[in-house]
């Protein structure tokens, strides 16, 4: 059996993880002067 608090933080890193992966593929949308927003995709 883990200890809580090891399997709090490992669940923590893992999310974390997947939130670091996902600004590489998709990046922080901008928006142009008409008002159309662009999300750039790598």
């Known amino acids: 059996m883990d200890n809580p608090v090891k399997e709090m933080l490992?669940?923590?890193i893992k999310n974390f993880e997947t939130l670091i992966d996902t600004k590489k593929i998709i990046g922080e949308p901008i928006k142009a002067a008409?008002?159309?927003v662009i999300v750039p995709v790598t």
């Open 10 to 12: 490992d669940g923590a």
């Open 34 to 36: 008409d008002g159309t």
